[in-house]
């Protein structure tokens, strides 16, 4: 018989003080109580149409959050992340494909979770995953889950995928979901993004792939894809070779939705960097982003959502 492993009781007490003080210093660094909702924010959401058909059993957003880091273009994220989680109340996301999750994000996304949880919940530092997944544990449960960095690209922490397999906690419907970030086209650096891109298509392609043959249901892969579809505006920078190189193989929720939705910001019909492809035999009931004009002070990036039915 092996013996069982004793662990001195100092270790152990170094562990819970170390937790503690971990535990401690996200609450204080993801509260954002004293920040208030920029105006028109409420009224905005109040007016737009959060509902959802009565067959759709799974509701995916995808959500650029945009970092804090000022470098980047980003501001502070606690007045941002009480707009999106004011977001998550009212749509009721299933599932969320996030990406820039910052350790400021983080500790807000920590602190004021709710019923979701994160995937792959690393804290800080160099083990800090910017790109993820958040599920709501009250609607679906988290059957198994993966990641993998890209063989190429510019940030490991931010080149990647998260995936998680999911069931529907009421109709049993089982999916799976990965969130992603790809490289972009920098001027001066056209050809060697563009290949990066590429060799990221293809790495996303075949875990798309790979997890529908092992789990035999559909796979939604949603995420900042850095590359626009209908073309962009800009046949190079918006490199619109590589959102055709994975339409080929996924089915972009936002052509095949019976009905689409959007904001006074931004026309659902208009090129976007963040999509949510599919594949597998469902239908999809909606296709919306939320771009009311008051969500650019949430993020450069309007989330978007597909109703799965």
Not at 24 to 42: C, M, Q, T, V, W
Not at 44 to 66: C, E, F, G
Not at 127 to 154: A, F, I, K
Request: charged share 25%; hydrophobic share 35%.
């Amino acid at each position: 018989m092996k013996k069982a492993l004793k662990i001195p009781l100092t270790l152990l007490l170094l562990f819970a003080f170390g937790a503690a003080i971990f535990a401690g210093a996200i609450s204080i660094r993801g509260n954002y109580d004293k920040y208030i909702l920029p105006d028109g924010f409420e009224e905005a959401v109040s007016k737009a149409d959060t509902s959802r058909s009565d067959d759709t059993y799974a509701r995916i957003m995808s959500a650029n959050l945009l970092v804090n880091y000022e470098s980047w273009g980003g501001t502070d994220a606690h007045k941002r992340a009480k707009m999106f989680f004011y977001i998550l109340g009212a749509y009721k996301p299933d599932v969320v494909a996030i990406q820039e999750m910052s350790n400021q994000w983080y500790c807000c996304l920590t602190k004021n979770r709710g019923s979701f949880r994160l995937v792959y919940p690393v804290s800080s530092g160099a083990m800090l995953h910017m790109t993820g997944l958040m599920y709501n544990s009250d609607t679906v449960t988290l059957l198994d889950y993966g990641r993998m960095e890209y063989t190429q690209g510019d940030n490991k922490k931010l080149r990647r995928i998260v995936w998680g397999f999911f069931e529907d906690n009421e109709t049993k419907k089982q999916y799976v979901v990965t969130s992603t970030h790809f490289d972009l086209i920098r001027k001066g650096n056209e050809n060697e993004e563009l290949n990066i891109m590429n060799t990221q298509a293809s790495e996303q392609l075949d875990i798309a792939l790979k997890l529908e043959k092992r789990f035999n249901c559909p796979v939604i892969s949603a995420g900042d894809f850095n590359a626009m579809d209908n073309g962009g505006y800009d046949n190079q920078y918006y490199a619109p070779t590589v959102y055709n190189t994975i339409a080929q193989t996924l089915t972009d929720t936002k052509y095949i939705a019976k009905t689409k939705t959007d904001g006074d910001g931004r026309n659902v019909d208009k090129p976007t960097f963040d999509h949510i492809f599919l594949k597998g035999d469902v239908a999809v009931n909606r296709y919306s982003i939320i771009s009311d004009s008051v969500m650019t002070q949430m993020s450069d990036h309007y989330p978007i959502f597909a109703d799965i039915a």
